[in-house]
């Protein structure tokens, strides 16, 4: 992650309003949320923003022209909030905010997401991304050069958050109950104890078929893959 232009441990918190939080009866710092994309992921972490008595929603983007318009407790299935979603960045910039959560669809190419966080920490908005930001050390050269320069200008934060927790939970299998996509590529996800296995027949194989019915079986069948 990045902390005002430098390399962080994560443990940096965007300032924010004081309130009473109704259950405890203690005073809790109230941050001041924006929720960046309501998909799979999205949408879970917009309905832990909406309950959570210490955070303040005030902004949601949106990609999907069906969502715009519509208010945030309804796209979580939460009651109304007053929030109203928007397709219009320039109005989460302008949106006075501690911090943006930003949940966007991961696709190639990576860092394609790059120039709406940069916008984002530029204008002053602390962000938390779930697409790959965890360490912005092995890029090196001019795109982390660009992320530090827009949290020095904004006085902003960059942390990459989502995988840790899941990395920490252990099967006896690997796989899962259903299957899922990566962008266009389907992800099938039939439990196997066999990890290569695993990966070869689900992750490998489909790109390799793929590869095969695009004409370049011959070159594959050489370096062994076929």
């Known amino acids: 992650d990045i902390r005002r232009g430098v390399v962080s441990d994560g443990r940096h918190a965007a300032g924010g309003s004081f309130t009473r939080a109704a259950t405890h009866g203690a005073s809790v710092k109230k941050y001041k949320v924006v929720q960046w994309a309501t998909g799979g992921m999205g949408r879970n972490c917009l ?13 949601v983007y949106v990609y999907g022209a069906d969502k715009e318009g519509r208010d945030a407790g309804t ?13 219009n ?6 949106l006075d905010a501690d911090v943006v959560i930003h949940a966007a669809r991961l696709a190639p190419p990576y860092g394609s997401h790059d120039a709406d966080i940069l916008r984002l920490l530029a204008a002053g908005k602390n ?26 200008k904004g006085g ?10 899941q990395h920490r939970v252990t099967a006896t ?9 990566i962008g266009s590529t389907p992800q099938h996800n039939d439990p196997d104890r066999d ?6 027949e689900h992750r490998l194989r489909y790109q390799l078929d793929l590869a095969a019915r695009n004409g370049h079986a011959g070159r594959l069948t050489e370096y062994g893959a076929l």
């Open 156 to 165: 902003t934060s960059l942390l990459g958050a989502g995988l840790a927790a």
């Open 195 to 200: 990890w290569i296995r695993f990966f070869v």
């Open 127 to 152: 962000v938390i991304s779930i697409n790959g930001y965890s360490r912005p050390q092995y890029w090196g050269g001019e795109r982390v050069a660009a992320l530090e320069a827009a949290c020095r």
């Open 173 to 181: 299998e690997f796989g899962w109950h259903r299957g899922n996509t």
């Open 47 to 59: 309905r832990a923003l909406i309950d959570h008595p210490a955070m303040e929603l005030v902004g």
């Open 89 to 94: 960045v320039d109005e989460i910039l302008a």
């Open 75 to 87: 796209l979580a299935r939460r009651e109304p909030t007053g929030v109203i979603a928007t397709r």
